[in-house]
């Protein structure tokens, strides 16, 4: 039986968004909310373009990427897999100044996880990293789950077979896939697949 689940970081198992708007607040002196659903989050908190390049200015350094929550449910059905002798194959698109931060902060968690740096979707930030479709195609997982529509079409080109989109409260970014189903959490979607 195949034992590799490999599984998206932010809004699968890293709550990027409360971590980036709290960290914005403080940078901003005031409180952000959520506005609508849009990918973008100068969109979604409704921030000038200066307003989102000063937080991004501040944000991009490994102590803001190193320390971003984890959601509990989607952390437990980790450490199950782990337990139950899955290999954990986290595909980040992270800058590159951040790989490490979130290697360590991954690997003081959940110890044996791999994190692989994948292509970031910005073409004004690219990291030079291989794709997510490249990575997947290598390593032939059983399972892959991603809050954007973007990666699980390339998750569907790579031929994994249980294929999930985590909703992480947006809109997906981008045009839905007929026939993947969207769930709010991680582990549910290893609940439904038999993985947990
Ligand atoms: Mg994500």
Not at 71 to 85: F, I, P, Q, S
Not at 90 to 107: C, G, I, K, Y
Not at 127 to 152: G, M, Q, V
Request: hydrophobic share 40%.
């Amino acid at each position: 039986m195949n034992q590799i689940i490999a599984i998206d970081s932010d809004q699968v198992l890293v709550d990027f968004v409360s971590g980036w708007a709290h960290f914005a607040s403080t940078v901003l002196g005031r409180e952000i909310h959520s506005l609508n659903t849009a990918f973008p989050l100068h969109i979604r908190f409704g921030l000038t373009g200066s307003e989102s390049n000063r937080v991004w200015t501040a944000f991009n350094c490994p102590e803001a990427w190193g320390n971003l929550p984890f959601y509990t449910g989607a952390a437990e059905a980790v450490r199950e897999l782990l337990d139950n002798g899955y290999a954990v194959h986290v595909v980040t698109s992270v800058p590159t100044l951040a790989l490490d931060a979130r290697r360590q902060a991954f690997n003081r968690t959940f110890p044996g996880i791999v994190v692989h740096q994948a292509e970031s979707l910005h073409t004004n930030h690219p990291n030079d990293a291989p794709s997510k479709e490249t990575i997947l195609k290598t390593l032939k997982p059983a399972f892959y789950a991603d809050d954007r529509w973007p990666h699980i079409r390339e998750a569907i080109n790579a031929g994994v077979p249980h294929i999930y989109r985590i909703s992480g409260a947006h809109d997906g970014d981008g045009k839905p896939v007929s026939g993947i189903t969207v769930y709010e959490s991680l582990e549910i979607a290893l609940k439904v697949s038999g993985f947990l």
